[in-house]
């Protein structure tokens, strides 16, 4: 089995997201010096940060090392919540170690199904 292609990263050049706000992105300089910017849909970022998350920490077990902690608490959540936008649209908010907040829109049938579920729940008394 090939390896798969490696990009070795040398600096973070900052973080934001598009112009359309439908993506973070990462500015990043690979070790060769080219610069890059990484989209990640805002759909996928939950996803993105804990694959991201266990690939480091599988990689530092396979090593038979510890993993980089710098990069693995940059990605670690912190603190995560509920928000709602100030245009009604409700938001899972999830705060990084690394102090990058990470938001998370819903679209009305996620948050009809979310209602739905919620109101088919017993009241706890």
Partial sequence: M?????????RVNGHGSSTSGQNSCLDLT???GR???L??????????LSRFEAAAMHAAEVRGSPSNADVVSAV???QTSFVMADDGTLILRTKTRSGVDIDISFDEG????????????????
């Fill in 30 to 32: 690979d070790s060769n």
């Fill in 110 to 125: 996620t948050v009809a199904g979310l209602r739905a579920m919620l109101d088919a729940r017993p009241i706890a008394r």
């Fill in 35 to 37: 610069r890059f910017v």
């Fill in 76 to 78: 670690l959540a912190q």
């Fill in 39 to 48: 989209h990640i849909p805002h759909l996928l970022e939950g996803d993105f």
């Fill in 2 to 10: 090939t390896e798969p292609a490696t990009i070795l990263l040398s």
